[in-house]
């Protein structure tokens, strides 16, 4: 199992960001997709998932301004940020479900992470 992470970057407060995460090694529509971040000092927290049949949820934290979505066709998952904060700032992961419809903490591949920065 492989997944890179990218798209990450330096953005100000309100602005937007989308992050990729490129899977291989198993078969990809067979499991849900979740993101998961690390702000520093901090531990990690569970950001978002997407299950096999790409119904998607959300942290409190984030619902209303992440998107995240799937190309099973390409083997990506996305994760789409909007209206950006300064306590976004963080690593986010791409993670590998257990199952079908597993979601945190129920992961059992991490990447290596993005970093995303929102600061003037």
């Known amino acids: 199992v492989q997944l890179v992470e990218s798209g990450g970057g330096l953005v100000q407060p309100g602005g937007s960001l989308k992050l990729s995460c490129a899977a291989s090694?198993?078969?990809?529509?067979?499991?849900?997709m979740g993101w998961l971040r690390q702000a520093q000092g901090k531990g990690l927290e569970w950001v978002a998932g997407i299950y096999g049949d790409d119904m998607a949820v959300y942290a409190d934290s984030v619902k209303g301004r992440f998107t995240i979505s799937r190309d099973n066709a390409q083997n990506i998952v996305y994760l789409q940020l909007n209206g950006l904060k300064p306590e976004d700032s963080a690593i986010y992961f791409c993670?590998?479900?257990?199952?079908?419809?597993?979601?945190?903490?129920?992961?059992?591949?991490w990447g290596q992470g993005t970093q995303v920065t929102v600061s003037s």
């Open positions: 993670a590998k479900g257990k199952s079908y419809r597993g979601t945190w903490p129920e992961y059992d591949y």
């Open positions: 090694g198993f078969t990809f529509t067979s499991y849900a």
